[in-house]
């Protein structure tokens, strides 16, 4: 077995490509998870942070001029990035590069998702690209890119948007396509109250996985375009796209498998899909395989040792089942079932974790039982503590998801003031 990952090679389209990650999204779905911290910057699947998804997909696919464009409470964001994300050679035409809202035009930040490209537009020619390929920067998934980029190159397209196709109830919350039998969108409407389905589909629509590829040119005049008009609110999905659909050719590009069955893709803007989408790593068989040698997703990693199980008596074994559980974990006599356990965490004895989500540095005391909930960063959990049986009790201290019955639970909630601003 080799020692070592191989990923795409760069090709003539992937070197002539400049990919922008939007992350500087407030999230503010996801509640408290996101009061220190941007949403790509939130910790997922143990070790990673969910930015990292879309960056090892550049890699991964040849792309390796990156820009990542950062606004809101983006500091643990561009630490991780620094931290990670260096390895890149500038000389060869490789990096990753921070583009934080610096107020360059009219001294405004950011004021939507085209707007944010727009105030980089001397940065973008800076680079001279043939496409650019605009992505979302808190998304979890696994994409070839240049697969994409192949299909917009061929077809001629102005534009080629990714899609996924999703149950049509659930794409009331989506940007959603309207199709011909070529896949030319006909229509784009974003969060529609009635989404459009697909042609033979009727259960089903397309909705858009924000992901862009802009031929340059046409990009750099829409964007002028959209900056002189003074109805438009600055965005993508809002107001670039729905305005030339018409007049240019603007294709979508489904995102399945050989047999054309849509693949692995989430939204993790709510508690509720962030602590879904945690566990579907924890299934026999993930659809997200993060044990791919060939496609690593890669991140910042502190040198920490194995994680450990200690304990082997009866009701107090160190265990865990269908679990991921980082490196530098102790769990001390300690159970855990069905659930991810961040790096750096210690759960001590007696103590039952299940269908939860413990993000790095937790700690969780002796007798507790903690089950269908998320656990921030950092948090102490007190021994004998209960989380997940009681709604009305666990409403009193922490945050509950009414639809799910979901329980997040922050240092703040805890009276741990590890953010304490001065």
């Known amino acids: 077995m080799k020692y070592y990952s191989e990923t795409k090679t760069s090709t003539h389209l992937t070197r002539k490509t400049l990919a922008l990650i939007l992350a500087g999204g407030e999230g503010s779905r996801l509640k408290e998870l996101t009061r220190w911290r941007a949403k790509p910057a939130v910790p997922f699947g143990g070790k990673y942070r969910i930015i990292d998804f879309v960056l090892s997909n550049c890699v991964n696919s040849g792309i390796r ?18 931290r990670a994300w260096s390895f890149m050679r500038y000389e060869v035409g490789e990096f990753v590069e921070l583009l934080p809202a610096q107020q360059r035009v009219d001294k405004d ?3 939507g998702t085209a707007d944010a490209l727009y105030q980089n537009l001397d940065i973008m020619r800076r680079h001279t690209p043939e496409y650019v390929l605009v992505l979302g920067g808190d998304h979890i998934y696994s994409m ?8 917009h190159s061929r077809s001629g397209a102005d534009v080629t948007i990714g899609c ?9 919350g989506f940007g959603v396509m309207s199709v011909n039998e070529d896949f030319q969108i006909t229509k784009f409407t ?7 389905s697909m042609p033979g589909k009727p259960d089903m629509a397309l909705a858009s996985m924000g992901i862009y590829i802009f031929s340059t040119e046409f990009l750099y005049q829409k964007l002028i375009e959209d900056s002189d008009n003074p109805d438009s609110s600055r965005d993508f999905g809002k107001d670039i796209i729905p305005s030339i659909i018409e007049d240019q050719v603007v294709r979508a590009y489904p995102f399945v498998d050989e047999k054309g069955d849509p693949l692995y893709w989430r939204d993790v803007g709510t508690i509720e899909s962030f602590w879904k989408a945690n566990l579907d790593l924890c299934s026999i068989e993930p659809e997200l395989n993060l044990y791919n040698r060939d496609w690593p997703i890669w991140t910042y990693q502190a040198q920490m040792p194995p994680a450990k199980f200690t304990f082997d008596d009866e009701g107090r074994r160190g265990e865990a089942i269908d679990s991921l559980v980082a490196g530098g974990c102790i769990i001390s006599g300690a159970r855990i079932k069905r659930s991810v356990v ?10 039952l974790i299940k269908d939860s989500v413990l993000l790095p540095r937790v700690e969780v005391g002796r007798h507790c039982r903690i089950q269908n909930a998320v656990i ?4 102490s959990i007190p021994p004998g503590t209960i989380i997940g049986e009681d709604p009305v009790a666990d409403a009193e201290r922490f945050y509950v998801e009414e639809s799910s019955g979901i329980v997040l639970v922050t240092p703040d909630m805890l ?4 953010h304490m601003l001065r």
């Open 65 to 82: 001029k990156i820009g990542v464009l950062t606004q809101y409470k983006s500091h643990s964001l561009i630490r991780h990035i620094q």
């Open 109 to 111: 930040w950011y004021k």
């Open 144 to 151: 070839d890119y240049s697969k994409m980029l192949l299909d």
């Open 164 to 172: 996924i196709e999703v149950p049509r109830e659930e794409a009331k």
């Open 190 to 196: 974003e969060k529609p109250a009635d989404p459009d």
């Open 342 to 351: 961040g790096s750096g965490s210690r759960i001590h004895s007696y103590s």
């Open 376 to 379: 921030d960063k950092g948090a």
């Open 415 to 418: 009276g741990q003031k590890i």
